[in-house]
């Protein structure tokens, strides 16, 4: 009897020992034998849709004004009737002003050449009757200084024919009203030169603030479009600021050369006074030589 209960305690605790082995097989059969099928969902309903496909990016507008590339002449075309205005005014002013600049270079060009001729031939002339005769041939008709020394010779052919004594005691008074002839000649002769620069002048002065006004109704009317229509994208807004700017850039190619050319022919005029001056002493001198040799 006494055996039997020291046996006791050591069975209990073999017991304890198998039955703590035998859990860990346990919770190995408890588990699933497919570990995929654990890991998959219970409810294939409950699977998330896929992603719907995003929608394409809004494209920005490249068309301006409905004319496609922005050129010039879409520029003119799109402006505005006051602007439009401003550009036909310019225009026209610049072709003005580049046909008169031709003309006065042309006119320079042809008058130099004939001067030098006629001193050529003026310097060669022995007497006063000479000198009438080369100043009054066909082929310097119409040159400021012939018509000086055409103007002197008659001057002194009619005061020989009054009867004077252009040689003696009327020698002075003859070469006086000569002197008056020519100054006449002279006076005529910046009128002439002169022409059209006060045309260039304005043009000159003047073209650069017509762009400017062009310009600046221009951008005002481009800031109310904006106004209107609440966008300040680039494609809008650059339109109306280029054709504003035209009308500046037009401006200054209507002034440019034309201050340019301006200057450029006041410096010839000035020349030829001062060509013509000397020819005028040179000629009097002339004269006056023939009528102390008593021509």
Known sequence: MLDKKRNTPFIALIGAAALMMGAPAFAQDAAPADPAAAEAPADPAATPAAPAEAAPAEEVPTDVGGHGELTIMTMFLDAQPVGKAVLIGLALASIFSWTLLLTKLFEFGGLERQTNRFLEAFRGAKNINDIGRVAMSDEFEGNPLADMAAAAVQEVEI???????????????????????????????????????????????????????????????????????????????????????????????????????YNYFQTRISAYGARSEGFVAELLNAISRQLDKGA
């Open 159 to 261: 005061s020989r024919q009054a009867g004077l004594n252009i040689a003696g005691e009327h020698r002075e008074t003859t070469i006086g009203r000569a002197v008056a002839a020519v100054s006449g000649v002279q006076a005529s002769l910046a009128k002439r030169l002169s022409g059209g620069m006060q045309f260039l002048a304005s043009v000159g002065s003047n073209g650069p603030f017509i762009g400017l006004f062009g310009t600046v109704y221009g951008i005002m009317y481009s800031f109310i479009g904006i106004a209107n229509t609440n966008t300040t994208n680039l494609a809008v807004v650059a339109p109306g600021i280029a054709e504003a700017l035209l009308a500046t850039g037009m401006g200054l190619f209507a002034a440019i050369p034309s201050v340019i050319f």
